[in-house]
């Protein structure tokens, strides 16, 4: 099974920053990759797919790129409501459909 | 608009079973897979198991192979997950979820909290 690591496991920024979260598989594959943001008591809601591909009405600020075994999510300028948990999901190997252990973005 | 309703929380005993129904409208079901998703308190996710919609065909991780049962109901667009003998550690919010396209999950279920405790 493909394994995936993210980091930072935390990130501490300002509103108006760039942040970046890297998600690291174990073995190469395409570009199968989700992203998704995940409130306090909510469902996770996809952000990102097809490792660059934006989700219908996710703001353009949220960007994603990578292949193989490195990926990455972008937020341009970190607003308040993006302060939330972020975890990466693989759907190559079909299934199982591991997500990273997530990263948690706080307000500095 | 698409719709996925889960029934509602429950409080087990240790050894007992646990089934969560998770009812679908907005789109026809039989099109796509759903996904059973955990997240234990303070926890990241952990993916549970796949069924398809359109032939019933499942896929579990081997953690839970003898202990999960995902079924479908298509005549009321319904999809079950069942977990038996279950553990304290099987505390957490349980989520079904859309599978579109194999390339994500959308939308999810609003969770449901099964707490295992003697």
């Known amino acids: 099974d493909i394994q995936l690591t993210q980091s930072p496991s935390f990130l501490s920024a300002s509103v108006g920053d760039r942040v970046t979260i890297t998600c690291r598989a174990s073995?190469?594959?395409?570009?199968?990759l989700a992203w998704y943001q995940q409130k306090p008591g909510k469902a996770p809601q996809v952000l990102i797919y097809a490792a660059s591909t934006l989700q219908t009405g996710v703001p353009s600020r949220f960007s994603g790129s990578g292949s193989g075994t490195e990926f990455t999510l972008t937020i341009s300028s970190v607003q308040p409501e993006d302060f939330a948990t972020y975890y990466c999901q693989q759907l190559n190997s079909y299934p199982p459909y591991t997500f990273g252990q997530g990263t948690k973005l706080e307000i500095k | 608009q698409v719709h996925l309703v889960q029934s509602g929380a429950e409080v087990k005993k240790p050894g007992a079973s646990v089934k969560v129904s998770c009812r679908t409208s907005?789109?026809?079901?039989?099109?796509?897979?759903i996904s059973w998703v955990r997240q234990a308190p303070g926890q990241g996710l952990e993916w549970m198991g796949w069924i398809s919609a359109y032939t019933g065909n499942t896929n579990y991780p081997q953690k839970l192979q003898g202990r999960l049962i995902m079924t479908t109901d298509t005549s009321t667009s319904t999809a079950y997950m069942e977990l038996r003998s279950l553990k304290s550690d099987d505390t957490a919010v349980y989520y079904c979820a859309r599978v579109v396209g194999g390339e994500f999950f959308d939308p999810w279920g609003q969770g449901t909290l099964v707490t295992v405790s003697s």
């Open positions: 073995q190469g594959f395409s570009n199968y």
């Open positions: 907005g789109y026809t079901f039989t099109n796509y897979d």
